[in-house]
């Protein structure tokens, strides 16, 4: 009864959160079910105060300031109009013949360089919609072209990357952002070019099928005004700022420093490869913040009101995700995960990456989020992981870029948040699009993947 508890508490998590009912319901709700069926109903609300809260509030405290910075940041690119002075820059040097090219190497320098995927698509998909009319290829691709630069390399692959998805694994394995470079640049250029291959493939075919743009009566596509963004120099040094910065913070300024108060009780006794990776992160995206406000000081209508907004766009994302992690504690706590996770160490007795690459796959997608399937799984595996890694002679950082990669995978199932968010962006539905998110995201993920895991198997991480 507690593994059909565990499974039939997934499946309605799955179920309901495509339908539409918040995670933040859904997740202490269908935790305290797992709990009633596998017999220990008698500590509901102890394992809800004490296990379920727990693991919520501790992934707060560990990542709410890269949430909140990333959305300020964010923001900032969107209202002081960086955001489309890089995209419209990028589609006039391509041009309507390479449409798809241009889009996608928009979003993915954008979301590389830490704006989410909600203020891409709302800066980027205007320019799209003009530039794909001008060019006579179907609207219905647009989301696929966003996708490619959006939801997969950029978010899990490229080193430095400042993507919660990158971030996540930093803690547990005592890695930074950069972990595993050439290896994620490979899986990069896999992914995008599956993802690029599959959307100019879909393109050509809409275009022998004698198909155009169509027609698509909407007020977001009636043109956008260039004339007041700022220069391109502008507009890209925030998000050089925060690469660079993140490089320079985490490989040589951090490290220089006297960290030795870490080890005091008052700090729990810490190390500085547990915080490095976080602290370069939060500190690059402050600097690229400060950046932004100075050198677009003349054009912010209303600074306090996009800090404010900024602000609050943080609080829902990682509510929902800590609530997920909240969720996997509980499982995590049952008597029968002991069971399941037995059987997940044993997918690959002798390759430790193979098991963690199919479990964070797995729960990534039945939760809908790349985030909140890799916080359950290394919440509650993270640990043996790195102990067998260790055994293994397997590289952190290794570990740490196949735990972001597969977590950009099965995420991008029909449930998932961003999924709907883009195609409510778009004025599409799943049945006209979802297709080419799909191919764009999720076979070009697994491809990148098994390239990493076997050349990270042959070679090590490097």
């Given at each position: 009864?507690?593994?059909?508890?565990?499974?039939?508490?997934?499946?309605?998590?799955?179920?309901?959160?495509?339908?539409?009912?918040?995670?933040?319901?859904?997740?202490?709700?269908?935790?305290?079910?797992?709990?009633?069926?596998?017999?220990?109903?008698?500590?509901?609300?102890?394992?809800?105060?004490?296990?379920?809260?727990?693991?919520?509030?501790?992934?707060i405290i560990k990542y709410f300031p890269l949430f909140l910075l990333g959305a300020i940041f964010g923001k900032l690119m969107d209202d002081s109009g960086s955001a489309r002075a890089i995209a419209h820059a990028l589609v006039g040097k391509l041009g309507g013949s390479r449409a798809v090219l241009a889009i996608a190497l928009a979003c993915a320098l954008l979301t590389y360089?830490?704006?989410?995927?909600?203020?891409?698509?709302?800066?980027?998909?205007?320019?799209?919609?003009?530039?794909?009319?001008?060019?006579?290829?179907?609207?219905?691709?647009?989301?696929?072209?966003?996708?490619?630069?959006?939801?997969?390399?950029?978010?899990?692959?490229?080193?430095?990357?400042?993507?919660?998805?990158?971030?996540?694994?930093?803690?547990?394995?005592?890695?930074?952002?950069?972990?595993?470079?050439?290896?994620?640049?490979?899986?990069?250029?896999?992914?995008?070019?599956?993802?690029?291959?599959?959307?100019?493939?879909?393109?050509?075919?809409?275009?022998?099928?004698?198909?155009?743009?169509?027609?698509?009566?909407?007020?977001?596509?009636?043109?956008?005004?260039?004339?007041?963004?700022?220069?391109?120099?502008?507009?890209?040094?925030?998000?050089?700022?925060?690469?660079?910065?993140?490089?320079?913070?985490?490989?040589?300024?951090?490290?220089?420093?006297?960290?030795?108060?870490?080890?005091?009780?008052?700090?729990?006794?810490?190390?500085?490869?547990?915080?490095?990776?976080?602290?370069?992160?939060?500190?690059?995206?402050?600097?690229?913040?400060?950046?932004?406000?100075?050198?677009?000081?003349?054009?912010?209508?209303?600074?306090?009101?996009?800090?404010?907004?900024?602000?609050?766009?943080?609080?829902?994302?990682?509510?929902?995700?800590?609530?997920?992690?909240?969720?996997?504690?509980?499982?995590?706590?049952?008597?029968?995960?002991?069971?399941?996770?037995?059987?997940?160490?044993?997918?690959?007795?002798?390759?430790?990456?193979?098991?963690?690459?199919?479990?964070?796959?797995?729960?990534?997608?039945?939760?809908?989020?790349?985030?909140?399937?890799?916080?359950?799984?290394?919440?509650?595996?993270?640990?043996?992981?790195?102990?067998?890694?260790?055994?293994?002679?397997?590289?952190?950082?290794?570990?740490?870029?196949?735990?972001?990669?597969?977590?950009?995978?099965?995420?991008?199932?029909?449930?998932?948040?961003?999924?709907?968010?883009?195609?409510?962006?778009?004025?599409?539905?799943?049945?006209?699009?979802?297709?080419?998110?799909?191919?764009?995201?999720?076979?070009?993920?697994?491809?990148?993947?098994?390239?990493?895991?076997?050349?990270?198997?042959?070679?090590?991480?490097?």
């Amino acid at each position: 009864m507690s593994l059909i508890g565990i499974v039939l508490s997934l499946g309605l998590l799955m179920y309901l959160a495509y339908r539409g009912i918040s995670v933040l319901i859904l997740a202490p709700l269908l935790a305290m079910l797992a709990v009633l069926l596998s017999g220990e109903g008698n500590q509901l609300l102890g394992t809800y105060t004490q296990i379920f809260m727990t693991g919520l509030g501790g992934y707060i405290i560990k990542y709410f300031p890269l949430f909140l910075l990333g959305a300020i940041f964010g923001k900032l690119m969107d209202d002081s109009g960086s955001a489309r002075a890089i995209a419209h820059a990028l589609v006039g040097k391509l041009g309507g013949s390479r449409a798809v090219l241009a889009i996608a190497l928009a979003c993915a320098l954008l979301t590389y360089g830490g704006v989410s995927l909600f203020v891409v698509g709302f800066a980027v998909f205007p320019i799209a919609a003009a530039l794909f009319r001008e060019a006579d290829v179907p609207k219905r691709l647009i989301p696929g072209a966003i996708a490619i630069g959006s939801l997969g390399f950029t978010m899990t692959a490229l080193p430095g990357t400042p993507a919660i998805q990158n971030a996540i694994p930093m803690p547990f394995f005592g890695t930074d952002a950069f972990a595993a470079p050439g290896l994620g640049l490979i899986g990069a250029v896999v992914m995008f070019g599956c993802g690029w291959g599959w959307m100019e493939y879909r393109a050509r075919k809409a275009r022998l099928a004698g198909e155009g743009y169509g027609s698509h009566p909407d007020s977001q596509e009636s043109g956008f005004d260039t004339s007041h963004l700022p220069p391109l120099w502008v507009a890209l040094l925030p998000i050089v700022l925060v690469v660079l910065g993140n490089y320079l913070f985490s490989k040589v300024l951090f490290p220089a420093l006297n960290n030795s108060y870490l080890a005091e009780a008052k700090f729990g006794h810490t190390e500085l490869s547990a915080v490095l990776g976080i602290w370069s992160i939060i500190s690059a995206l402050l600097l690229a913040c400060l950046a932004l406000v100075a050198f677009n000081w003349r054009r912010w209508g209303n600074l306090k009101d996009t800090l404010n907004k900024g602000t609050l766009g943080s609080l829902l994302p990682i509510f929902n995700t800590a609530s997920e992690v909240g969720y996997g504690s509980v499982i995590a706590s049952l008597a029968a995960f002991g069971v399941l996770k037995a059987l997940m160490l044993n997918l690959s007795p002798d390759n430790i990456l193979i098991s963690e690459a199919v479990v964070v796959n797995v729960l990534a997608g039945i939760t809908g989020s790349a985030s909140g399937g890799m916080s359950i799984a290394l919440n509650t595996m993270g640990d043996t992981y790195m102990q067998l890694a260790t055994q293994a002679g397997v590289s952190p950082e290794l570990l740490h870029r196949v735990a972001a990669m597969a977590s950009g995978g099965l995420d991008t199932l029909p449930h998932n948040g961003a999924v709907i968010t883009l195609l409510a962006i778009c004025g599409l539905t799943h049945r006209q699009s979802y297709l080419d998110i799909f191919m764009v995201t999720i076979p070009a993920a697994l491809a990148g993947l098994v390239v990493v895991i076997g050349l990270g198997s042959m070679f090590g991480a490097f």
